[in-house]
């Protein structure tokens, strides 16, 4: 996905995509667990993920760290310019603080735990999804690339410790679940080449078989983990 236009959850995506990508379902299912949530998208890029927070019914804020993405972003909600190192809001502000990806690019990831924890309500929820370096292609790659559309790779993780990490930080973690041995590659391909869309069922067929025994080398996972305390 081109986070550098405008994007809305859908349009450029075919249904067969949700049978490989497993955080959307649980999600929804903590999204839809109280009538009004207050919701922060951290690093919320041009508002992908906003625009599918919406769709739940549920009206998200957004914040990121460069100007033009919070331009793009707004068009599916409030946002504003702000690090996730420094969240400027009241502590015990919001019932989900949602980080997609963004985690890794964060030099220091303990002040932002400290931060998302500071924020959250008493039995908040931060729901993370990330990139590990258990896949080979991601450390490989991350070696040749160690940036992504501009943004530094500052916090490199693997699924295990950063799981272990979410605890030593204050957080109870419910689930945590690997996933995309090397479907992460098709998610880029057809941003490139829209035609290759088409293509897509194959791929996912592809995955869910690598995926029964290759699990452990996900390049992506997610958890939902909620504030002790």
Same mark, same amino acid.
């Given at each position: 996905?081109?986070? =550098?236009k405008?994007v809305?959850?859908?349009?450029?995506?075919?249904?067969?995509?949700?049978? @490989?990508?497993?955080?959307?379902? @649980?999600?929804?299912q903590?999204f839809?667990?109280?009538?009004?949530p207050?919701?922060?998208?951290l690093? #919320?890029?041009?508002?992908?993920?906003m625009?599918r927070?919406?769709?739940?019914? =549920?009206?998200?804020? !957004?914040?990121d760290v460069?100007?033009? =993405? @919070?331009?793009l972003?707004?068009?599916?909600?409030?946002?504003?310019?702000?690090?996730?190192?420094?969240?400027?809001?009241?502590?015990e502000?919001?019932?989900?603080i949602?980080i997609?990806?963004?985690?890794?690019?964060?030099?220091?990831?303990?002040?932002?735990?400290?931060?998302?924890r500071? #924020?959250l309500?008493? !039995?908040g929820v931060?729901?993370? %999804?990330e990139t590990?370096?258990?896949n080979?292609?991601?450390r490989?790659?991350?070696r040749?690339?160690?940036?992504?559309?501009?943004d530094?790779?500052?916090a490199?993780?693997?699924?295990?410790e950063?799981?272990?990490?979410l605890?030593?930080?204050?957080?109870q973690?419910?689930?945590?679940?690997?996933?995309? %041995?090397l479907?992460?590659?098709?998610?880029?391909?057809p941003?490139h080449f829209?035609?290759?869309?088409?293509?897509t069922?194959?791929?996912?067929?592809?995955?869910?078989?690598?995926v029964?025994t290759f =699990?452990?080398?996900?390049a992506h #996972?997610?958890y939902?983990?909620v504030k002790?305390?």
């Amino acid at each position: 996905m081109d986070y =550098r236009k405008p994007v809305t959850f859908g349009e450029n995506w075919s249904p067969s995509r949700y049978k @490989v990508l497993p955080y959307f379902a @649980v999600e929804k299912q903590v999204f839809l667990r109280a009538s009004t949530p207050k919701i922060l998208d951290l690093g #919320c890029a041009a508002g992908w993920n906003m625009s599918r927070f919406k769709q739940y019914g =549920r009206s998200p804020i !957004g914040i990121d760290v460069v100007p033009d =993405r @919070v331009q793009l972003a707004a068009h599916h909600g409030p946002v504003a310019i702000a690090s996730g190192l420094d969240l400027p809001f009241p502590s015990e502000t919001f019932d989900i603080i949602y980080i997609q990806h963004v985690l890794h690019h964060i030099g220091d990831v303990a002040q932002a735990l400290r931060e998302v924890r500071r #924020c959250l309500k008493p !039995g908040g929820v931060l729901f993370l %999804v990330e990139t590990t370096e258990d896949n080979p292609i991601i450390r490989w790659g991350r070696r040749l690339y160690p940036k992504w559309l501009g943004d530094e790779i500052n916090a490199p993780f693997y699924f295990t410790e950063l799981k272990e990490t979410l605890a030593q930080d204050g957080f109870q973690v419910e689930t945590a679940v690997q996933y995309s %041995v090397l479907f992460w590659l098709w998610e880029i391909l057809p941003d490139h080449f829209p035609i290759m869309e088409k293509l897509t069922p194959i791929f996912v067929a592809i995955e869910q078989l690598m995926v029964k025994t290759f =699990r452990r080398q996900s390049a992506h #996972c997610f958890y939902v983990a909620v504030k002790n305390g």
